[in-house]
């Protein structure tokens, strides 16, 4: 009897286990037909059935945090600025000097703006609202014809004055983990975005317009700075790094890579010496230089966390990592070292303030000192310009086969900045692992475990989605993560082709609701999902 209970026990629970699973599918999948058409609502939707614990402390975070996490970012700047000091005093002065004529193009003033210009912007912009914003981001795109004619008159007083209205000046900065899976609010895993007035964002993007084609042009601004730059993206930065490393590997050389770490780079730039370079570099002048000399001072920013700020701190120093012009800016103040680094005959390339040095290595240490030499010469212009290399995250590896490596292994204990640096099987550069060997096999097998971590997601909330929902997040969580930079896995060998189309029809079979015994449904469909054959 008591046997029989338990058995009508447990099926009632069942029941009721899919009573309510049923009932949730139904409830997720009205939504997700209400937002048919809207991909934004629809992901909205979806990431409340995804990892839906991710931010669940955000809200309730107490002021007190804040302040703690300002404070720490306050503070590691001033302990850049005395690490600096001290080690400048250790250095020798660099025997740097330009070789380059003073600029001849001259950029006096930023020029009139039409409300053409201003709606331009306006569409191209995010529909994000900041604490800061007094009209929502919403209502100015889609009032565009209002608000252009008088943003652009404000833009012509600015512009025309030379003056960066001080109430722009305020950001809400917003810490972001640099790593994943550390824990929550690990002070030294944090990294300060700045969230800008909209009305600011669109004046640094009329002046970015006018000032990014008359310094591009200049022969002082380095040509392999791929950041912020119109038709140079990330992976076309690292399709050039490893198509060297490639092309050395056909001569059957072995190539050195040195990847470089600036301490808060955006945050340590000193605005006098910022100044100076973009008027004796760049030609800016009169004007308009005085309008980038307002535009940089007397900022203050507080941290949000969810529904708590802390209070107004000011920065001295920096750019607002996270505006578009301020990134610009960093670009031009960093672009002399492209010159110190031809000297030593050594190749390089840059995005933003992520900077990479390699050179072919030949028998001997003397291509080796030759790149340590470089390094230390790049280290000594970093502190003359109050910038700070971290010789801690500094990495080095060596590109090529088995047995060309072999051949330098006893001889790469790297001297740098006072630190011995040793080689490494791999490194991340922007955002992609590259491994020694030409295989590619770790950046492979990092993209799959990836990507089989959200399919089993998607496959988990699979019977809640509408079709339309399926596809936008099998875009979204898995196909995003075979695009990015995939031009890098050209050449790779035949059986990781395979494992990526595994992947792929895993990703279809999931999105589509069919089963793996189901090869003509599968065969037909292929022309439904969005995530066919990407690797032919």
């Not at 007190?64 to 002065?93: G, H, M």
């Not at 003033?109 to 053409?116: A, I």
């Not at 011995?420 to 692992?433: A, E």
């Amino acid at each position: 009897m008591e046997n029989k209970h338990k058995k009508l026990n447990q099926a009632a629970c069942r029941e009721a286990a899919a009573a309510i699973h049923k009932s949730r599918c139904i409830h997720f999948k009205t939504k997700l037909n209400s937002a048919y058409g809207d991909q934004k609502e629809t992901w909205n939707i979806a990431k409340k059935l995804l990892h839906s614990n991710s931010s669940k402390t955000n809200n309730t975070i107490p002021e007190a945090k804040c302040d703690i996490i300002s404070q720490y970012f306050l503070r590691k700047l001033e302990i850049i600025k005395n690490t600096i000091q001290e080690r400048l005093a250790k250095t020798p002065i660099s025997k740097f000097i330009s070789e380059l004529s003073p600029p001849v193009d001259i950029l006096t003033t930023f020029g009139t703006v039409t409300p053409k210009d201003v709606s331009k912007i306006i569409k191209t912009l995010e529909p994000k609202t900041t604490l800061l914003d007094i009209i929502p981001t919403n209502i100015l795109k889609s009032c565009s014809e209002i608000f252009s004619p008088i943003i652009s008159y404000l833009a012509d007083l600015s512009f025309n004055s030379g003056i960066f209205l001080t109430s722009y000046k305020v950001a809400q900065m917003t810490p972001i983990p640099k790593k994943s899976g550390l824990a929550e609010f690990d002070l030294p895993n944090l990294r300060p975005i700045s969230n800008l007035n909209t009305i600011s964002k669109i004046l640094e993007k009329l002046a970015l317009s006018r000032l990014h084609p008359h310094v591009t042009l200049y022969i002082k601004f380095n040509p392999l700075q791929s950041g912020f730059r119109s038709y140079h993206s990330i992976e076309k930065a690292l399709l050039k790094i490893c198509n060297d490393i490639l092309l050395n590997i056909d001569d059957a050389l072995t190539t050195f890579l040195l990847s470089l770490d600036i301490s808060s780079a955006f945050g340590t730039i000193d605005h006098s010496l910022l100044i100076t370079r973009v008027k004796n570099d760049f030609g800016v002048t009169d004007i308009a230089l005085k309008w980038l000399t307002s535009y940089l001072p007397s900022r203050k920013y507080f941290v949000s966390i969810g529904s708590s700020n802390c209070r107004l701190i000011a920065s001295s120093t920096g750019v607002p990592q996270g505006s578009v012009l301020g990134s610009f800016l960093f670009s031009m103040f960093v672009s002399p070292i492209y010159r110190i680094i031809a000297k030593f005959g050594t190749n390089h390339h840059q995005y933003a303030d992520d900077t990479q040095l390699y050179t072919f290595l030949s028998p001997g240490k003397d291509s080796i000192n030759k790149i340590t030499e470089c390094a230390n010469a790049v280290t000594t212009w970093f502190l003359e310009n109050r910038l700070l290399l971290n010789p801690n995250k500094t990495e080095v590896i060596l590109f090529g086969t088995r047995k060309q490596n072999s051949k330098y292994k006893n001889d790469l204990n790297i001297a740098f900045s006072g630190t011995t640096i040793t080689t490494i099987n791999s490194v991340k550069i922007l955002g992609v692992i590259l491994d020694s060997k030409p295989s590619k096999d770790e950046r492979i097998n990092n993209i799959i475990k990836s990507c089989n971590y959200h399919i089993r997601a998607l496959c988990h909330i699979r019977p809640c989605l509408t079709k339309e929902a399926a596809n936008i997040i099998a875009c979204v969580i898995v196909k995003s993560q075979l695009d990015y930079c995939n031009g890098i896995l050209s050449g790779t060998y035949q059986k990781n082709i395979k494992k990526l189309q595994r992947i792929q029809n895993n990703l279809m079979f999931e999105e589509l609701c069919l089963r793996v015994d189901e090869p003509k449904a599968g065969g037909s469909a292929r022309a439904t999902s969005n995530t066919g054959n990407l690797y032919r």
